[in-house]
């Protein structure tokens, strides 16, 4: 009952904003939302907990607060995930790459200081909260095969110590490759310590995965929800395989790139994770 009156009061402070244009009644919904996220945790809620970082998001991203966006969105799905709501799991992702996508459109809005009725229409809320009040089953979201680009391993500077190409080399020049790296650079110092785990550059999307001391990127076009799976299985059979991790260690300490002919078993593990139809008539993903 305590759930369904807060949530309902929540759709009601929701209203109020929208027909009176005044966000500041948002800090008359924060405190709810973490009332209802203690409850959630104290009931075993874990689909209500993680719907309600969700909504969070949501309302971090209509102040144009993106970076705690990200954070709700992360933190939701993980939790979705460590509880096998796959669904939800799914529709979180779909979630932070659309908000990824957008990011030149929310900068816009803020820019030209959309009214709150603008901001309204890209976020979402009205479905989100039908979604916590009626407790609507979750549909299974389409989501797409990604398009593998290019693995790197780094190290924790950022420093690139292995990198395969999964299309002809000479489609990605100097300067894009270049960008990664500088991208990756710029997620491991600004952003990875935040607890995110994707962001975008131009057309393609970056996964980072952490493996002390190295870091994973996988980059790639298209849904994300696949690609982290297939990074966290990576990144888990790198130290179970020993011989890999061990002659990754080795190239790290003497400063040594390495090459997929250096470490066989390295490649059979690529070919084993980002070939799609092996994880999926395994049940890996």
Avoid at 38 to 47: D, P, T, V, Y
């Amino acid at each position: 009952m305590r759930i369904t009156a807060i949530i309902c009061l929540v759709d009601l402070y929701l209203e109020e904003m929208r027909n009176t244009d005044d966000l500041d009644i948002i800090k008359e919904i924060d405190p709810l939302l973490l009332d209802l996220q203690e409850i959630a945790k104290q009931q075993e809620s874990n689909q209500l907990y993680a719907q309600s970082l969700l909504f969070q998001a949501i309302l971090a991203t209509i102040q144009f607060d993106q970076e705690k966006a990200y954070q709700m969105l992360a933190k939701s799905q993980k939790i979705a995930e460590s509880y096998n709501m796959k669904r939800l799991a799914m529709k979180i992702s779909i979630e932070h790459d659309e908000l990824l996508k957008q990011l030149t459109l929310w900068e816009k809005l803020k820019e030209s200081e959309a009214p709150l009725t603008e901001r309204w229409k890209f976020a979402g809320l009205n479905d989100q909260i039908e979604k916590m009040v009626r407790r609507r089953a979750i549909e299974i979201p389409e989501l797409s095969n990604e398009k593998p680009i290019l693995l790197l391993i780094v190290s924790e500077g950022g420093n690139p110590l292995f990198s395969h190409s999964f299309i002809e080399e000479t489609s990605i020049d100097s300067k894009i490759f270049s960008g990664f790296l500088t991208t990756i650079d710029y997620f491991i110092r600004e952003m990875f310590s935040e607890g995110l785990d994707r962001a975008v550059f131009g057309e393609y999307t970056l996964v980072m995965k952490s493996i002390t001391p190295f870091y994973v990127s996988y980059i790639f076009k298209g849904d994300s929800y696949y690609a982290l799976q297939k990074a966290d299985y990576f990144v888990d059979h790198i130290k179970k395989e020993g011989v890999i991790w061990k002659n990754l260690l080795n190239s790290f300490e003497i400063s040594k790139s390495v090459k997929l002919k250096d470490i066989p078993l390295l490649e059979s593990l690529i070919n084993e994770t980002f070939n799609t139809k092996s994880l999926v008539q395994n049940n890996i993903i």
